[in-house]
């Protein structure tokens, strides 16, 4: 039991949110679903994780990675952290992700 426990708390570690925006609504229309990702997942990780979390079938994954900005506040500059997004494309037939419940 304590093995299928450390899957599951690094599974959680890989994804961290679903990223909900208008053009990630969108892309539910193609079997697609994005999730904010650990900065250092790969994506073999990513699809890993997201088949055990969610039990479906995982066809693609394509990552971004979001530059920080650098910043001024008060007059002292500072960098925003970098982020990653992962865009999973499940396969046809597959079972479908909804974001708005929570992992089961």
Same mark, same amino acid.
């Given at each position: 039991?304590?093995? &299928?426990?450390?899957?599951?708390?690094?599974?959680?570690?890989?994804?961290?949110?679903?990223?909900?925006?208008? &053009?990630?609504?969108?892309?539910?229309?193609?079997?697609?679903?994005? #999730?904010?990702?650990?900065?250092?997942?790969? &994506?073999?990780?990513?699809?890993?994780?997201?088949?055990?979390? #969610?039990?479906?079938?995982?066809?693609?994954?394509?990552?971004?990675?979001? &530059?920080?900005?650098?910043?001024?506040?008060? @007059?002292?500059?500072?960098?925003?952290?970098?982020?990653?997004?992962?865009?999973?494309?499940?396969?046809? @037939?597959a079972?479908?992700?909804?974001?708005?419940? @929570?992992v @089961?």
């Open positions: 039991m304590a093995k &299928k426990d450390a899957v599951d708390a690094r599974h959680y570690d890989v994804i961290l949110a679903p990223h909900i925006t208008e &053009k990630a609504t969108l892309l539910s229309e193609n079997n697609a679903v994005v #999730f904010k990702v650990a900065n250092d997942a790969t &994506k073999p990780q990513i699809k890993e994780a997201v088949e055990a979390l #969610f039990d479906t079938q995982v066809k693609s994954v394509n990552t971004i990675v979001s &530059k920080g900005k650098s910043k001024r506040w008060r @007059g002292k500059p500072y960098k925003r952290t970098d982020s990653k997004k992962a865009i999973v494309t499940l396969a046809e @037939g079972k479908q992700i909804d974001i708005t419940e @929570g @089961g």
